[in-house]
């Protein structure tokens, strides 16, 4: 008797903890540059998330509990994401972690997620390895990768200027080699040629260096996957030395955004690039995620903006297929699933958790972006390559 009274009243005791924990609020920790030159970027992916949240929260939340996000600068420095993200696992015990734009960023914060038993998924990063050779089985891409950036610009590109010669700018870092690698291999299977290849340090202040090996390559095309503010510096020194005229620029999909197109202003106009989003896709969901988006941030999305949205309904969605927030059960969950996207329906790849979607080649015209191409998900995004999972 006296134990059934006692099972009793541990019972009654751990009833309004259990109850606490089913409704407390789902953590979500954001590693993202706020500061910087890749701040824009950062600006979108939190206006991203903070207009998601906000919906979601304010219907039934994520099996009836709301999402509170917490915010970290990463500075777009490898160093500061994992440190700002170790406090995040620990201190602040989130459930799931978005945000990181640099791509060493995430491979960093990738394996301490894997040491903290926990999930992250970026939104940005383009970089083949997170997905291919450095994958990791607690990491996920909601965003289009290089290679599938690369083969919807290849493309457009064989058509428009076959067996172009080709010179290559990137940042010097883990996504500028990547992106340039992609587009080169993907170009050169296509007949271009290349012609030279540069990489300039991060938040690089002067281009002009370079353009004397630019210029004596005698490209027809540069191709450069510089981001943030480093574009706005390297389109109006392209244009102020005339290295630019009667030469296509193009480049990946992080290069000219709706972020900083206004900066750059005309030295922007004609540049292509392959993307997995653009504002004028033309589908009921994208125009109602454009209109809610610039009522809430008073501007315009861009890719970071629409796949930053876009991962809280992939987290949502694995939440309540798996019934919970163990890290387990929400990676078995998450592998193979579907959700809808301003893009319209993803499905996150089991083998190597890379989103499949579709890709576009756009132009940048009179200061908006117009869709000149598009090309299937199966066909840019290639094989499923990674053997740890």
């Known amino acids: 008797m006296k134990t059934l009274a006692r099972t009793a009243f541990l019972a ?12 407390a609020p789902i953590r979500i920790g954001v590693v993202t540059p706020l500061s910087g030159t890749y701040a824009g970027i950062g600006q979108q992916v939190k206006w991203g998330l903070d207009l998601a949240a906000a919906q979601i929260n304010a219907g039934d939340g994520v099996m009836g509990r ?7 600068d990463e500075e777009a420095n490898p160093a500061v994401a994992t440190q700002k993200a170790e406090k995040l696992f620990q201190v602040n015990k989130v459930d799931f972690l978005t945000g990181t734009v640099n791509s060493g960023s995430t491979l960093a914060v990738g394996q301490l997620a894997e040491r903290n038993n926990k999930l992250i998924a970026t939104t940005v990063s383009f970089a083949d390895s997170i997905t291919t050779d450095k994958c990791s089985p607690n990491v996920f891409r909601v965003n289009a990768r290089a290679g599938m950036q690369s083969a919807a610009l290849a493309e457009w590109l064989a058509k428009e200027k076959p067996q172009a010669n080709v010179f290559y700018l990137g940042p010097d870092y883990e996504m500028g080699r990547s992106t340039v690698a992609a587009f080169k291999s993907a170009a050169e299977a296509k007949g271009s040629k290349t012609v030279g290849e540069v990489y300039a340090p991060l938040d690089n202040k002067d281009y002009s260096p370079f353009f004397g090996q630019v210029r004596s390559s005698r490209p027809g095309v540069i191709y450069t996957s510089v981001a943030g503010n480093d574009t706005v510096r390297l ?3 392209l244009a102020e ?3 630019s005229r ?3 620029i193009v480049g990946a999909s992080g290069t000219v955004t709706s972020q900083n197109l206004a900066a750059i202003g005309k030295a922007a106009d004609g540049f292509v690039t392959g993307v997995g989003y653009s504002p004028s896709i033309d589908s009921a969901e994208n125009r109602k995620f454009v209109s809610e988006f610039e009522a809430a941030a008073k501007a315009k999305p861009d890719l970071y903006g629409a796949d930053s949205y876009g991962v809280l309904f992939f987290y949502k969605a694995a939440v ?6 163990d890290t387990d059960k929400v990676r078995t969950a998450m592998r193979g699933i579907e959700w809808q996207t301003p893009q319209g329906t993803k499905t ?3 083998g190597d958790h890379q989103a499949m979607q579709e890709m576009y080649a756009v132009r940048v015209v009179g200061g908006e972006f117009k869709i000149v191409s598009k090309v299937g998900a199966v066909a840019a995004i290639g094989a499923d390559t990674c053997t740890r999972f």
Do not use: C, D, H, W
């Open 12 to 23: 009654a005791l751990a009833a309004p903890l259990v109850a606490a924990a089913q409704t």
């Open 66 to 72: 709301k999402l509170e996000l917490i915010y970290e």
């Open 235 to 237: 389109f109006s020194q």
């Open 241 to 243: 030395f005339g290295v």
């Open 246 to 248: 009667n030469v296509q």
């Open 320 to 325: 309540e297929k798996a019934k919970s927030t």
């Open 348 to 350: 996150l790849r089991a």
